[in-house]
């Protein structure tokens, strides 16, 4: 079976001060991955999407990116956080083959100060 | 412009009295529709996928109706272990990379 792991699972950041969080895929190649942000309260908003290793599709401007250096892997980032930036953050996949029903990593609770 | 409105925003129900979840969609060329649950801190649980107006799904307390232009997620005899967060998606034909969640039902289930 398939099993999507993220970590950390909570990370208290100043601002200003890069972000590294990472995603991986067990039990499954060739998944589409996709990058979520949940605000307090509000719905997920699409942040990136990925359909293979090195593509990756961004939806939102800002200081955020999304790397996908391995199959199974992906990754976000940021430079220099900003205190917008706080929020619960989510990695999914779906198969590339039926892309529809996506499946949620546990998330990271990113707070930034 | 594609949207997803959940409602209600949240409700309180005593336990075995059923209610329903309503998600309305403007989308182009719906792809699917997807119902999740989600525990506080923690990342959405698949429920239930559909796909066309008039299929329905259900898994155990839980039943899954779609139209053309709205899903209810009926909660039939509910329990204290069904408060969550009820969450609505929805995929577009034309790219069906992108996924649009609303906002979400928060419902609590008291004893």
């Known amino acids: 079976s398939q099993t999507i792991h993220q970590w950390p699972a909570t990370l208290v950041q100043p601002v200003g001060s890069p972000l590294s969080l990472e995603c991986t895929v067990e039990g499954t190649s060739n998944p589409n991955l996709y990058w979520y942000r949940q605000a307090a309260g509000r719905g997920l908003q699409l942040l990136f999407y990925s359909i293979g290793i090195g593509q990756i599709s961004s939806e939102v401007p800002q200081n955020l990116s999304a790397s996908r250096p391995q199959d199974r892997q992906f990754i976000l980032s940021s430079k220099k956080l900003l205190l917008s930036d706080s929020g619960f953050y989510l990695c999914?996949?779906?198969?590339?083959?039926?892309?529809?029903?996506?499946?949620f990593g546990p998330g990271t609770r990113l707070t930034v100060l | 412009e594609d949207q997803v409105t959940q409602s209600p925003e949240a409700l309180r129900l005593q336990e075995g009295e059923s209610s329903s979840l309503n998600c309305s969609y403007t989308v182009s060329g719906l792809r699917g529709l997807f119902w999740y649950r989600q525990d506080p801190g923690k990342g959405p649980e698949f429920l239930f996928t559909l796909y066309s107006a008039g299929e329905e799904k259900e898994k155990e307390r839980l039943k899954a109706t779609l139209t053309k232009k709205e899903s209810f997620l009926h909660i039939t005899a509910p329990k204290p272990e069904d408060s969550a967060t009820y969450l609505c998606?929805?995929?577009?034909?034309?790219?069906?990379?992108?996924?649009?969640f609303g906002s979400g039902t928060k419902l609590n289930v008291k004893p």
């Open positions: 998606a929805v995929q577009a034909g034309r790219n069906f990379n992108k996924f649009y």
């Open positions: 999914a996949w779906n198969s590339r083959g039926n892309t529809d029903t996506q499946y």
